[in-house]
């Protein structure tokens, strides 16, 4: 134990009083998670199975990878509508790559791991995209990325003739279908970009400089750090993301279908981020608090259909929780 | 306090006006009279209170006490539409019109003529027109108003002003985006306002400006009126000493905390800056910068003292001069280059661009040290918290640790921070703007003697003040700036108040009162 310096000794610091709502803003996600879980294991039948989590885990993959872009995109103060637009066009690009529509490839493996590189690339170049409206032009995020969110499922569309594209390519299906160690092969992907998020995030540079940028840009700016650059490469990473669920929502499905891969994502991704705990207006951000927040949301609609309430119901509900979690960060900040 | 002296009743007559800002004075004892036909200049320094006794008189702050006549009698303003169409019309710096309509439709905004129901455009495009012919000013009223110059946008705002036969015009810094022929346009319709008995409250930093146009002076400082006068019974000099609340004649002992110094240890030209031109706030900008020596900026609002520490730091770019550091042409594109080339810079807006609130002191602290504590990328916790620790030691930052948010701790300790930031950093030259602006005195002293002793090591400071006696006293050589020009340089043996007054006034610290 090193000796503290003196300055800590004469602390002028103000005493805290337990604060509810700021105690709820930082843990009631978890809190919400454990209700939810505890309620299920009382009331839901067979809910304590290995069945019903892996249910849930392939149900909220897709979400919780476009999140993970999403909250970096979210801490530099941006938004990102785009991401269900590219992986429509992800989801169209592969199969048309190992299915040799653009060139036949004569090795499958070689059809397989060119089609996911090449998807998920064009996913994150459209991605920086993006970013260099936003940076380069100073576009307000949320009018840059609509720019994609409406061209891009239309760019997709165009590629497929709007034809639906079934395949059973097992070579290439093994990410949405594969089960190593009894694990869906997504679940696996999934964990890895969360950790190595959440890690970026704490103990990089590049984690540092987003949270600066986000916290304050002029700052940023004036403490010497590349704010254009570092935008830019969030907007990539939510392409790349994007571009890699779009591939494993059609690996679920067998199928690739232009006008349905990847609708509506948007908003479930941001609504996950925000009922995790990231701050929408930047510099705060927890990719931990995104999976939360997607688990949250994935568990209430499961809970409610599981007990028979309808689908359109739950989406009242999920509405109701997003809601709360906003406000609850505006009164921790306030 | 001076009144002006009692002629026809005046126009505006507001009456200790006090007004508080969540328990914090703004206003303590404002006094305002404007007379028919009268050109006022309203000055102060800032948070001298100009703004908040407009925002009173134009509705968009309500007072907590003390009285407003208007024509003679009692006025009591609940918005700023309810003073506009009382004849009190505003012309904001920033001109808050619409820019995609029609210079008609701008000026008939609010009023719109009708025949049966439906709009008269006809009736509104003469009328348009007439009101802009006063001012001898052709344009097609049909036109987008974003289309034109600011200057012509804001005539149209005058017009607009005049349409709703507006008795007194509130002209709040309206020179400050116009170049010399424009300012010289205003003018003449500022003087075809007052011909026909229009009042007009002119707010401006540029001294020169208000000799060449105003009649009366109400000057304020710290919440009160503190002199109102005829312009030509007062001098330039003693206008800024009013506003800076110095007496020009009694020069007290030292008020700072910089002490006696060495001046032995003060080496070569370290960087140099000629000519340096920007826009309209930095027109010609010339000094140096030695080894070991503090230099101070002086100034009044607006002389162009932050936007030129821009320039040096990259922060903003020259239009033209050149600037050299360690002998070197030194052209910086953005704060990163200037970074590199051994410069820090404390911003004067610790708030909006200084601290990252969010963020706690350890990750202030080593902003702009990222580079520097991080390996292939990955951040060096361990060498992160040896240095946020050293600099919490050396510069006595209060807080809980490393790891508190530094939003939660005071002016004082969040300005160590952000020295730290750039100490941290190892610089050849800081940048300090204000460097003790709104902290309390102890930390006020504990900066200065920061900032000397940083100069004894042989670090270059560039230090801008608004305090005449941080400047005075702190400074080694003193430059004055006057609306964008680098007027004068004195060395500190030479320097005393009123000197750099008489620059700060004049533009040159030789001339005397009688130039005027």
């Keep these: 134990m090193t000796e503290l310096p003196r300055s800590y000794a004469d602390r002028d610091v103000v005493a805290r009083s337990f604060d509810l709502l700021g105690f709820l803003s930082r843990y009631g996600t978890v809190i919400a998670l454990v209700l939810l879980v505890a309620f299920n294991l009382a009331f839901t039948r067979n809910f304590a199975t290995m069945q019903t989590l892996n249910v849930n885990l392939t149900q909220v993959c897709t979400i919780v990878i476009v999140a993970v872009g999403m909250t970096l995109v979210i801490a530099t103060g941006g938004i990102d509508l785009s991401v269900g637009s590219l992986m429509a066009i992800s989801g169209a690009l592969a ?187 930047g510099g705060k951000a927890t990719i931990i608090g995104s999976l939360l927040g997607a688990l949250t949301i994935q568990l209430v609609r499961y809970t409610l259909l599981a007990n028979g309430v309808p689908d359109a119901a739950a989406l009242i509900v999920k509405a109701g929780i997003i809601a709360l979690a906003v406000w609850l960060q505006q009164q921790h900040r306030g | ?128 027109e007439g009101l802009l012919s006063r001012f001898s000013i052709g344009i097609d009223v049909r036109r987008p108003l974003g289309e034109l110059n600011t200057a012509t946008q804001q005539m149209v705002a005058i017009a607009r002003a005049i349409g709703f036969s507006a008795r007194l015009v509130v002209m709040d810094e309206p020179t ?34 208000l000799y060449e146009v105003c009649d009366q002076v109400t000057i304020m400082r710290d919440g009160r009126t503190v002199r109102s006068a005829a312009m030509e019974e007062i001098g330039k000099l003693e206008l800024v000493a009013a506003m800076l609340g110095r007496d020009v004649a009694a020069v007290e002992g030292h008020a700072t905390a910089f002490g006696e110094r060495d001046r032995s240890g003060i080496g070569n030209v370290m960087f140099s800056a000629r000519g340096l031109r920007a826009g309209q706030a930095v027109r010609d900008v010339s000094f140096d910068l030695r080894r070991g020596e503090i230099a ?23 239009n033209a001069g050149e600037m050299t550091m360690e002998g070197a042409a030194y052209n910086p594109e953005r704060p990163a280059d200037a970074i590199v080339a051994g410069m820090g810079f404390c911003t004067e807006d610790r708030k909006s661009e200084g601290i990252v609130p969010e963020m706690t002191v350890a990750e202030n602290l080593t902003l702009a040290l990222l580079p520097k504590i991080s390996r292939n990328g990955v951040l060096d916790e361990q060498r992160q918290r040896e240095i946020v620790e050293r600099f919490i030691r050396e510069l006595g930052i209060k807080c809980s640790g490393p790891n508190q948010k530094v939003r939660e701790l005071s002016g004082g300790n969040q300005q160590k921070v952000l020295l730290a930031r750039w100490l941290a950093m190892n610089p050849k030259l800081l940048i300090l703007d204000e460097p003790t602006r709104g902290i309390d005195v102890g930390a006020k002293g504990e900066i200065q003697r920061l900032i000397r002793g940083l100069a004894d090591q042989g670090l270059g400071v560039l230090m801008i003040s608004s305090e005449l006696e941080e400047i005075i006293e702190g400074a080694d050589r003193i430059f004055v700036l006057r609306d964008g020009i680098s007027v004068t340089e004195l060395e500190a043996e030479a320097a005393n108040e009123e000197k750099v007054l008489t620059a700060m006034a004049h533009g040159t610290s030789a001339s005397s009162e009688a130039a005027t």
């Design chain 2, 176 to 209: 400050s985006s116009l170049d010399e022929r424009e300012v010289g346009v205003l003018f003449s319709v500022i003087r075809q306002l007052k011909a026909e008995g229009i009042s007009v409250i002119f707010v401006s930093h540029k001294l020169d400006e």
């Design chain 1, 95 to 281: 199969p048309m790559i190992f299915m040799g529509k653009i060139l036949p490839i004569g090795n499958i493996y070689l059809g397989v791991a060119a089609a996911m590189l090449v998807s998920v690339l064009v996913a994150g170049l459209l991605g920086l995209f993006n970013g260099w409206l936003v940076a380069r032009f100073r576009i307000q995020p949320i009018v840059a990325t609509l720019v994609l969110f409406i061209a891009g499922r239309g760019i997709a569309q165009v590629m497929t003739n709007g034809n639906l594209q079934t395949f059973r390519v097992p070579e290439f299906q093994w990410i949405g279908l594969a089960r190593p160690l009894d694990i869906p092969a997504q679940v696996i992907i999934m964990a890895v970009i969360v950790a190595a998020a959440a890690w970026a995030l704490k103990k990089t540079l590049f984690g540092r400089c987003i949270l600066a940028v986000g916290g304050n840009e002029k700052a940023s700016e004036l403490a010497g750090i590349a704010v254009s650059k570092i935008k830019i490469a969030v907007y990539g990473i939510s392409g790349l993301c994007a571009g890699l669920a779009g591939l494993i929502v059609i690996a679920i499905n067998s199928s690739s279908d232009a006008n349905l891969v990847g609708l509506g994502m948007e908003l479930d991704a941001i609504a996950a981020v925000a009922v995790g705990g990231t701050l929408l207006s």
């Design chain 2, 296 to 318: 101070g900026f002086a100034g009044l609002l607006g002389s162009g003292r932050t936007e030129t520490a821009r320039l040096v730091f990259g922060a903003d770019r020259a």
């Design chain 2, 1 to 128: 306090m001076t009144r002006p002296p009692d002629g026809p009743s005046p126009l505006l007559d507001m009456r200790d006006i006090q007004k508080r800002f969540a328990g914090i004075p703004a206003l303590v004892d404002a006094s305002l009279c404007v007379r028919s036909g009268e050109v006022h200049a309203l000055i102060g320094q800032n948070g001298a209170g100009k703004s908040t006794l407009i925002k009173v008189l134009t509705g968009y702050h309500r007072k907590d006490a003390g009285q407003v006549l208007f024509e003679g009698k009692p006025f009591e303003v609940h918005s700023p539409h309810h003073a506009q169409v009382n004849g009190i019309s505003t012309i904001y710096q920033e001109i808050n019109l619409v820019p995609l309509r029609s210079v008609t439709e701008n000026i008939c905004l609010g009023r719109e003529k009708r025949h049966y129901g439906l709009l008269d455009w006809n009736a509104m495009h003469a009328e348009a």
